[in-house]
Each structure stands twice: as C-alpha cells, then as structure tokens.
C-alpha cells in the first residue's frame, strides 16, 4: 500500500481469494483493503492515539438518509451528547482533493449539521470549522484535539 502522510500503526492484514482484508477496530471486522480503506485505517487510527478522539463515538461507513436518499458517510465523529462532531470524507492517496471532494462532504452535512469537516487522502487533510449562527466556515491548520471542539 501507500505511504502517507499519517502515522504508522500495527495493523491486521488477512487475506481471502486473492484479495487483502484489513480489520477495523471500530467495526470490529476485517473489510477489503482498498487504497481508500487504507487511508480510513491510518486516519482513524490518528484521531483516537493522537487526537484523544473516544473510538466509542466513531462510526465508520454510517448511513444517513439525504433528499430521500440512502448515503455513506466514511466517518461520522459524536460528541459527548451523541450530536454529530465531525465529518470525514476519504479518497484515495493518488485522488486529488478538489471542490467536488468539499462539496460531496457538503451535501452530507446537510442531514447532520456536524461542526467541522475534515478530507483526506492520506497525503493532505483539510479541517474546516462551521459557525451556524455567524454562517461562517473557517479553515484550521490542523485537526483539533478532541477536548478542542
């Protein structure tokens, strides 16, 4: 697989009919290895050993309903009150994060309202803040710490 621009961690590979498996914690299964998968694994891995974000409230591929519509979230952050903390929106290490990246995580947090977005493909990482009342979006230099939200 790639290497990122992430932290390295020990990871569990498995393979099936030819094809690699990685296990996710959060779902607490093995799921195909795609380059994206790999970039999920690394990103979410990051959060909860060097953000302090609690693995117990991310949800990784979460469905939401959007225009009548069934949608996958790549992942879905809560805070404390189970209200939606942070979309993250996965591409691949060779896709390039453009406007129709930002404005597919747009739509999404049409139905959830979350207080900050965050791309990735492995390689950069955008985070942005939403302001709801100042209707405002502001872009950070990093991804907050969870005790910063």
């Known amino acids: 697989m790639f290497a990122l621009n992430l932290p390295g961690f020990k990871y569990k590979l498995r393979k099936k009919d030819a094809k690699n498996y990685i296990f996710d914690p959060l779902r607490r299964k093995y799921v195909f290895l795609s380059p994206e998968?790999?970039?999920r694994q690394h990103f979410c891995n990051y959060l909860?050993?060097?953000?302090?974000?609690?693995?117990?409230?991310?949800a990784n591929e979460c469905s939401i309903q959007l225009e009548g519509?069934?949608?996958?979230?790549?992942t879905v952050i809560y805070d404390a009150h189970m209200q939606v903390?942070?979309?993250?929106?996965?591409?691949?290490?060779t896709v390039t994060l453009n406007q129709e990246v930002f404005d597919q995580i747009v739509r999404y947090n049409w139905?959830?309202?979350a207080k900050?977005?965050?791309v990735s493909n492995g390689m950069n990482h955008y985070c942005c803040r939403i302001d709801y009342l100042d209707n405002t979006v502001n872009f950070l230099e990093?991804?907050?710490a969870y005790n910063e939200g």
């Open 142 to 144: 990093d991804i907050p």
């Open 111 to 113: 139905a959830l309202q």
């Open 85 to 93: 903390f942070m979309l993250v929106e996965y591409k691949a290490p």
């Open 48 to 58: 909860i050993v060097h953000k302090n974000y609690p693995s117990g409230l991310i």
């Open 69 to 74: 519509l069934t949608k996958r979230c790549d």
């Open 116 to 118: 900050y977005l965050t």
């Open 37 to 39: 998968e790999w970039v």
